[in-house]
């Protein structure tokens, strides 16, 4: 290592120190822009662009997040559902949510409908919640920069 | 500098090197993890089913505004109305709700007594329904939402007659 005897050759010391600075920079950086909460989010889902979806402020309480693909399912906790087949677990997520003394309305359901899927589909799944006492929703879509 | 003099003790030298080789490590894993999402954003929608039969009457004061979308045989909007007159674009149907509430968008507001009700088509592709409830919702202006009616539900889905 960098020790200089009296007989040998002189060694020459790199300072490391500027490289390690950058180094930690780089690592503060990537650990700041990465997103933790991405984990709800599906790259087979095209979001319907709106200007009007800004970046919601402050944590949803309780989100149950469905996503509806193109084909007509439903991802649920990263399962592919069939919409007829969310019922159940809903009535999970129901039980859930009144083993911890809350009722399903305080729940906000999230849906990350494809803009291609059927209307329909997505009005289904609403249905199917409100039938499991869910009563608030978000519909949502990726920010629109354009326009 | 590292230079050994017999009057002071030795210099550590501090090898840097398994340090170095896991920072490295480190780096490379967050860049490959790494992942640039578009910003998202919600249309918050409160439907209770009870209230679909049963709404409030002194709460409901102003007639619910009744837009319906219609899709063509490909899923594509065929036609928009609004209250049984037909309308052109969303830009339009922004324009009549507009003209309904006006600028009266605060606390207790019409706006945020109006309630729009769609009626989509079941094959209607999902965007359409976005892009009018955007339309209802608000607008942009010089950077800020400017924002219109929050009171948004849809009638019960209707399977396609096949």
Same mark, same amino acid.
Do not use: W
């Given at each position: 290592?960098?020790?200089?005897?009296a007989?040998?050759?002189?060694?020459?010391?790199i300072d490391?120190?500027?490289m390690?600075d950058v180094?930690?920079?780089?690592?503060t950086?990537?650990?700041?822009i990465m997103?933790?909460?991405e984990?709800?989010q599906?790259?087979?889902i095209?979001l319907?662009?709106?200007?009007?979806?800004?970046p919601?402020?402050?944590l949803?309480?309780?989100?149950?997040?469905?996503?509806?693909?193109?084909?007509g399912?439903v991802i649920y906790?990263?399962?592919?559902?069939?919409?007829?087949?969310?019922?159940?677990?809903?009535?999970?997520e129901k039980?859930a949510?009144?083993d911890?003394?809350?009722?399903p309305?305080?729940?906000?359901?999230i849906?990350?409908?494809?803009g291609?899927?059927q209307?329909?589909?997505?009005?289904?799944?609403?249905r199917?919640c409100?039938d499991?006492?869910?009563?608030r929703?978000?519909?949502?879509?990726q920010?629109d920069e354009?326009? | 500098m590292p230079?050994?003099?017999s009057?002071?003790?030795?210099?550590?030298a501090?090898?840097?090197t398994?340090?170095?080789?896991? #920072?490295?490590?480190l780096i490379?894993?967050?860049m490959?993890?790494?992942k640039?999402?578009?910003?998202?954003g919600d249309f918050?929608?409160?439907m209770?089913?009870?209230?679909a &039969? *049963? *709404?409030?009457?002194?709460?409901?004061?102003?007639?619910?505004?009744?837009?319906?979308l219609? &899709?063509a &045989?490909?899923g594509?909007l065929?036609?928009?109305?609004?209250?049984g007159?037909?309308?052109?674009s969303?830009?339009?149907l922004?324009?009549?709700?507009m003209?309904?509430?006006g600028t009266?968008?605060g606390?207790n507001?019409?706006a945020?007594?109006?309630?729009?009700e769609f009626?989509c088509?079941?094959?209607l592709?999902y965007?359409?329904?976005?892009?009018?409830?955007t &339309?209802?919702?608000g607008? #942009?202006?010089?950077?800020?939402i400017?924002?219109?009616i929050r009171?948004?539900?849809?009638?019960?889905?209707?399977?396609?007659?096949?």
């Amino acid at each position: 290592m960098g020790r200089r005897r009296a007989g040998a050759p002189t060694t020459t010391d790199i300072d490391m120190t500027p490289m390690i600075d950058v180094t930690f920079q780089l690592i503060t950086f990537f650990l700041f822009i990465m997103n933790f909460s991405e984990a709800e989010q599906d790259d087979r889902i095209q979001l319907p662009l709106s200007q009007l979806a800004k970046p919601v402020e402050g944590l949803i309480e309780k989100p149950i997040t469905l996503q509806l693909t193109n084909s007509g399912n439903v991802i649920y906790a990263g399962e592919l559902v069939a919409v007829r087949d969310i019922g159940s677990y809903l009535e999970r997520e129901k039980m859930a949510m009144r083993d911890s003394g809350r009722e399903p309305n305080a729940a906000t359901v999230i849906v990350r409908a494809d803009g291609r899927a059927q209307a329909g589909e997505v009005q289904d799944i609403i249905r199917i919640c409100q039938d499991k006492g869910f009563e608030r929703f978000a519909l949502r879509a990726q920010y629109d920069e354009g326009r | 500098m590292p230079s050994r003099q017999s009057s002071l003790p030795d210099k550590i030298a501090i090898d840097m090197t398994p340090m170095i080789d896991v #920072v490295f490590q480190l780096i490379s894993f967050f860049m490959f993890s790494l992942k640039v999402v578009s910003p998202e954003g919600d249309f918050d929608i409160r439907m209770p089913l009870a209230a679909a &039969a *049963a *709404a409030a009457p002194d709460d409901q004061q102003v007639p619910p505004v009744r837009v319906k979308l219609s &899709a063509a &045989a490909d899923g594509s909007l065929a036609s928009i109305t609004m209250n049984g007159n037909p309308l052109a674009s969303f830009d339009e149907l922004h324009q009549q709700i507009m003209a309904l509430v006006g600028t009266d968008t605060g606390p207790n507001s019409l706006a945020e007594k109006t309630e729009v009700e769609f009626d989509c088509d079941y094959t209607l592709k999902y965007a359409n329904v976005v892009q009018a409830i955007t &339309a209802v919702s608000g607008r #942009v202006r010089d950077g800020q939402i400017v924002e219109l009616i929050r009171r948004i539900k849809f009638t019960p889905p209707k399977m396609p007659a096949e």
